[in-house]
């Protein structure tokens, strides 16, 4: 009996002195471990993805999530899992909905991405933003307390690498594949990839104007070279390189039929009305197809 009480006493001692491993059921609904220290946060299906990954010398996190009662969510994740403070706040892109609460982590957290980051957030501010959301509930208004715009602290040019601890962080820039400045994070040891919205989960992207599908084809071929294990994407949950297979196949699809049809002489509203693409038919946001074949024309008509 007294052998067995030291020995449970002594697995007690070795659990308080180093701690219990925290698996991602114990974070709450939506989060992932997906390797030893590394957790993304995907609510749903759709989304915004936001993550975070700890090192013996703080933490990193990749995006600020889209609500901030998910930001409150992540920060509580994050505290569960190290008594390390966030060091580094990584956004793939500049929209508010990977951006906007960086004031639930910074201070102390410094924010990077891209040159033209800030000015990208700037333009696409609403002062009114905070305001529309915390009049939709006291759980958000409680949220919001302290709201500010962080805009990024570094902006690097084209790569940078970031040693902290035991890890590499390597930032790569996409040129025109969704925002202002979209940010690649690949952890070469890992073999994880943060794929920024480049590409999302069976989820017709939002190209805006500024986005040229050759540079979006050009993105994917430059993160299949990394050769990951595994992707997570800026909307959805964590998947495979088969995301950017998925994406070369329906623009490449994509542009021959608008080529095809460009070259009957139809024009764009023509085609805008006339072209399915019914082999996609399920995946989300199918009103966008419209915004993707206008996208598809500059490129067939130049």
Not at 37 to 48: K, M, S, W
Not at 107 to 123: C, Q, R
Not at 157 to 163: L, S, V
Not at 279 to 289: I, K, P, S
Request: hydrophobic share 40%.
């Amino acid at each position: 009996m007294t052998m067995r009480l030291g020995f449970f006493l002594f697995v007690a001692f070795v659990f308080m002195c180093c701690g219990v491993p925290v698996g991602a059921q114990e974070l709450g609904p939506g989060f992932t471990k997906i390797k030893d220290g590394i957790y993304v946060f995907a609510p749903d299906a759709t989304t915004t993805t936001c993550s975070f990954v700890v090192t013996q010398e703080g933490v990193v996190m990749i995006d600020s999530c889209n609500s901030p009662l998910d930001s409150r969510k992540m920060a509580a994740a994050i505290k569960k899992v190290t008594d390390k403070p966030v060091v580094f706040l990584i956004d793939t892109e500049t929209h508010n909905d990977h951006t906007a609460n960086h004031f639930i982590f910074s201070p102390p957290a410094k924010i990077i991405n891209h040159t033209g980051a800030g000015e990208g957030m700037k333009k696409e501010y609403s002062p009114k933003r905070a305001e529309t959301l915390a009049a939709k509930s006291p759980e958000l208004r409680a949220a919001l307390e302290g709201f500010k715009m962080i805009t990024p602290h570094i902006e690097y040019k084209d790569r940078m690498t970031i040693h902290l601890g035991e890890r590499t962080f390597e930032l790569i820039f996409l040129k025109n594949v969704h925002s202002e400045a979209d940010t690649a994070v690949w952890l070469p040891k890992e073999r994880v990839l943060f794929a920024a919205s480049a590409a999302n989960v069976r989820r017709f992207l939002n190209l805006r104007p500024t986005v040229v599908i050759p540079d979006v084809l050009a993105s994917y071929k430059l993160m299949k070279s990394l050769n990951p294990e595994i992707v997570v994407t800026g909307h959805g949950p964590p998947t495979t390189t088969k995301v950017f297979d998925e994406y070369e196949g329906f623009y490449t699809l994509l542009l021959k039929r608008v080529g095809d049809m460009a070259a009957q002489g139809k024009t764009l509203a023509e085609i805008k009305k006339e072209l399915k693409m019914p082999e996609y038919a399920d995946w989300h946001d199918q009103n966008r197809l419209g915004v993707n074949i206008e996208a598809a024309y500059r490129i067939v008509k130049k």
